[in-house]
Structure formats: C-alpha cells, structure tokens
C-alpha cells in the first residue's frame, strides 16, 4: 500500500484485516520467570496481543503501564473506525455546504429572475436620480462663480455677488428639466 493512499482506506483496510470480533482486555498471565502479561482477545477466546509494562523498573508501574497498553490496543479497532467515520463525515461538509450555498444562490437567482421587470425600473430610476444629482451639482458650481443676470445683485456677504433667488430657482428647474441655461 503506497504512502499516497487516504488515510481512511488505509485505517478501513486495517481494520478489514484484524477479523470481526470486539477486541478486549481480559486479564494477566503471570509467567515462571515473574514476567506478567496483559492480554487482550478477539472475544471468542483468542488472544490478539500479550502487553507488559516494558522496562519500567517499579513493579507496580509496569503493571499499571501494561494495563493501559492492553486497554489502549483493545481500544484501537473501535477508536479507528470512529475516527474514520468522523474524517469521512467532516470531509463531507465542504461539499454539503457548497451546495447549500449554490442552492440558495439558485433561490435568489429565481428571486431576481421573478422581479426582473421591478429590478429594471428601479436601475433606471437610480441612473435618473444620479444624473439629477450630477446636473444639480453641475448648476450649484456655476452659480457660485456666475452672478445673477437680471441685474439685481444679492451680496453674499464675502464681498462677490450671487444670483437672486429668482435666477437660481429658474436655473434649477432648467437643469432639473436637462435644459442648460440661467434664469
């Protein structure tokens, strides 16, 4: 099995290979020499691995040590194929969520596709009320440097004269209208 292989195939193969039963500690075997054991079983009798506690010099530590091997590795079939289940499953949210996101995305393409005539209306409107602003714009900018041509001068109180009041509001509806031109 090459090192490319998904880490889930690779755990799911291993575990094709150890047989079907649950695995479990089940006790020690003390051996002639005072070496002692911790085995753990297939459940139908059969051992599946003999744990000691190693080189650990204190004997109550290396038995202790023993125990959590043994329970670690009769641990390890359910613990793998729970972890492969949860790779699998939080491997799949990337692609539910793409599709819940391309789904709503459909829903509101319907919404515009739905509204289109309303959605247009509104566009124009807003191109009308931009070019209103711009000419409003463009109408305020002349008449600060321009003054009134009616002749009846209003100061604006830094010694240059504006329009009247009368010139302005004609000016504004001409260009409100799109007509260039003063009152």
């Known amino acids: 099995m090459s090192e490319q292989t998904d ?4 755990a799911r193969q291993a575990l094709d290979g150890i047989g079907v039963r649950h695995w479990y500690y089940v006790d020690s075997i003390e051996w ?19 744990c000691s506690g190693g080189t650990i010099e204190d004997e109550a530590e290396r038995e202790q040590q023993a125990i959590r091997n043994a329970s670690f590795i009769a641990a390890a079939p359910d613990l793998v194929r729970k972890l492969a289940a949860e790779v699998e499953k939080l491997r799949a949210q990337p692609v539910e969520l793409s599709a819940q996101l391309l789904a709503d995305a ?19 409107e807003v191109e009308k009320l931009c070019a209103t602003v711009d000419r409003v714009q463009k109408l305020a900018e002349r008449w ?3 003054p ?5 001068r209003i100061p604006d109180g830094n ?9 302005g509001a004609t000016s504004l509806l001409r260009a409100l209208d799109g007509e260039a031109g003063r009152g």
């Open 7 to 10: 880490v889930v195939q690779r």
């Open 32 to 50: 002639e020499n005072g070496r002692v054991e911790h085995n753990v079983t297939d459940g139908g009798g059969y051992n599946v691995a003999a």
């Open 106 to 124: 459909a829903g509101w393409e319907a919404v515009a596709e739905e509204h289109a005539d309303t959605i247009g209306k509104v566009d124009a």
């Open 144 to 146: 600060e440097a321009d």
């Open 148 to 152: 009134c041509v009616c002749g009846y």
């Open 159 to 167: 010694d240059t004269d504006s329009q009247c009041l009368h010139c």
